[in-house]
């Protein structure tokens, strides 16, 4: 009787095991597995489910890294955490790939808070949320959310972090435990006679993050670098000419140190007690608030798409809010600098509402469509007022 499971297609091998890969098994599987390999001379990757294996040994360590230098490609999935804890802490997950396996859950039925590029966000219960990312986000894409969330976390920003990853179908996803927490946009659009008191902690929150300096040593991204490499990214759906438009803009902003988030739109915002907390951390870089302020602005006044279905309240309640919002931000400035602050912002938001089709490459092609329509009316007809107003970016000085 076979100890392990083969399955193979295309060149591609998947080895299981249910069981304690002990040191009584592990000679005996090893000349098994060595068996089948030479029947299927054409495997070029190997892959071992780690899904019913409940222990491993050191003899069984030392399978996988023959196996590894075999079959450079050689990699592990759906490992148990205490299986997994022995990998990490031998220091096997430097040395080959190894993902944990994660378990299942199912958002058939819960409520829809939050949608935005690269996921959706249900509530599941009154303590917990879930952002589901689209089919095609990797597990480490996810892992870098989750590590920027905590490095932003240390450095004073108020964000919830997850400390579980799930599995939606074929889809990953992250969960939040947040009692009793709403979105922004929920709130706004739960209580409008209290707009502008959600303006002013909407303000407070910006104003918070932009006063955190990130240090030199930090892992947080630089966002100007981040924004640069995306507006490249649509250089297949607007061409050359159009992106070196978009790069000129982009080129103008000043560098800076600031904590920026990068998609501060009201449904990134979760209100939990009189606390604003943020949920959506997988853009988070350091750089000149005008890129923050810019990208916010793209969603909350110049959203190319379904504006109440992504923002979750009416287009007019969200310009409403916004443009209290950005008083509160400039508080204390001359009605010149603060008109003249949100021309600079506006020019900037231009870019982010074509540079945010490289969050995914399965955006439906009719959204695609609807963003290249709207170059002509954003940056074309309004191209002569942004170069000018681009020259002015180096004024806004930290």
């Keep these: 009787m076979d100890i392990i499971q083969i399955k193979e297609e295309n060149g591609c091998m998947t080895i299981s095991f249910d069981g304690r890969l002990d040191s009584s098994l592990t000679t005996e599987?090893?000349?098994?597995?060595?068996?089948?390999?030479?029947?299927?001379?054409?495997?070029?990757?190997?892959?071992?489910?780690?899904c019913g294996m409940e222990y491993i040994s050191s003899s069984g360590l030392r399978l996988m890294l023959m196996l590894k230098k075999k079959y450079p490609s050689f990699k592990l999935v759906n490992v148990c955490p205490d299986v997994y804890n022995v990998f990490e802490m031998t220091g096997f997950t430097k040395m080959m790939t190894v993902e944990r396996g994660?378990?299942?859950?199912?958002?058939?039925g819960c409520e829809e808070i939050g949608r935005g590029g690269v996921g959706v966000v249900y509530r599941v219960s009154d303590d917990t949320i879930i952002k589901v990312f689209r089919e095609g986000t990797s597990m480490?894409?996810?892992?870098?959310?989750?590590?920027?969330a905590k490095e932003a976390f240390v450095l004073g920003m108020p964000t919830a972090i997850s400390f579980d990853m799930v599995q939606v179908g074929k889809q990953y996803g992250l969960v939040y435990e947040l009692l009793k927490a709403q979105t922004l946009?929920?709130?706004?659009?739960?209580?409008?006679?209290?707009?502008d008191e959600y303006a002013r902690q909407y303000a407070g929150l910006f104003r918070q993050l932009h006063d955190i300096e990130v240090p030199p040593s930090s892992n947080i991204p630089n966002a100007h670098e981040n924004d640069e490499r995306s507006i490249n990214h649509v250089r297949r759906y607007f061409g050359d000419e159009r992106v070196e438009m978009l790069l000129q803009i982009h080129r103008a902003i000043p560098q800076g140190n600031r904590l920026l988030h990068c998609d501060l739109q009201a449904k990134n915002a979760m209100m939990q007690g009189d606390e604003l907390m943020l949920i959506d951390m997988g853009e988070v870089g350091y750089g000149h608030p005008l890129i923050d302020?810019?990208?916010?602005?793209?969603?909350?006044?110049?959203?190319?798409?379904d504006y109440e279905k992504i923002i979750g309240i009416p287009m007019e309640l969200g310009i409403q809010v916004w443009d209290?919002?950005?008083?509160?931000?400039f508080e204390g400035e001359s009605e010149e600098t603060i008109a003249h602050r949100c021309d600079q912002i506006r020019a900037v938001?231009?870019?982010?509402?074509?540079?945010?089709?490289s969050l995914s490459d399965s955006f439906p092609e009719e959204v695609i469509e609807e963003c290249k329509a709207t170059f002509e009316e954003r940056i074309i007809k309004q191209w002569d007022f942004i170069v000018e107003t681009s020259k002015t970016f180096a004024?806004?000085?930290l």
């Design 29 to 50: 599987i090893q000349q098994e597995l060595a068996t089948k390999l030479n029947d299927a001379p054409g495997v070029k990757e190997l892959t071992w489910d780690g």
């Design 102 to 108: 994660l378990r299942q859950m199912c958002v058939e």
């Design 140 to 148: 480490n894409d996810i892992t870098n959310e989750i590590s920027m």
């Design 185 to 195: 946009s929920q709130c706004i659009k739960n209580h409008p006679e209290n707009v």
């Design 293 to 305: 302020l810019g990208h916010a602005y793209s969603a909350m006044v110049g959203l190319v798409g």
């Design 324 to 329: 209290k919002m950005i008083r509160y931000y």
């Design 349 to 357: 938001s231009y870019i982010r509402n074509f540079s945010w089709l």
């Design 395 to 397: 004024d806004w000085t």
